[in-house]
């Protein structure tokens, strides 16, 4: 069995590493040379391809697993309720599981570090409105 290659680092991930490590944050590359790094129990993904430098994509996966249609139903319901009262960011309901990311396009290819620890607390804060509603719908 061959051993994945890892690509070599763009300049932006190696900005995004030196950025977080000096942030407190423990940040490595994945497989495809985008970076990955854990915060207060979570694994985001900031994808640093140099395609587009401006281009600005943080990712919360799999935070929410789905058991059921059902479930699946109330987790939309949750989504929307959780868009009407967080301004940033996107839920993505899957079949399985449950997507949270931040995307945009930014003015210079180096603005992403007035940006990625306020997106950082804004996809936080979209998530755990999430879990609230999806609780919540439990509840009642």
Do not use: C
Not at 75 to 91: F, K, L, S, T, V
Not at 127 to 137: G, I, L, S, Y
């Amino acid at each position: 069995m061959t051993e994945p290659t890892l690509n070599a680092p763009t300049r932006y991930a190696t900005d995004v590493l030196d950025f977080l490590a000096e942030e407190g944050f423990r940040p490595h590359l994945d497989e495809q040379g985008d970076v990955l790094f854990k915060f207060e129990g979570g694994t985001y993904y900031l994808m640093t391809s140099e395609a587009d430098s401006t281009y600005f994509a943080l990712y919360f996966f799999r935070f929410w697993p789905l058991e059921d249609p059902a479930e699946r139903a109330r987790a939309h319901e949750a989504a929307a309720q959780a868009h009407q009262r967080i301004r940033i960011g996107q839920i993505t309901v899957l079949d399985d599981d449950v997507n949270a990311s931040v995307q945009a396009y930014l003015p210079g290819a180096d603005d992403w570090r007035g940006v990625l620890l306020r997106n950082l607390s804004g996809l936080q804060a979209l998530v755990r409105t999430f879990r609230e509603q999806m609780h919540a719908q439990l509840e009642n």
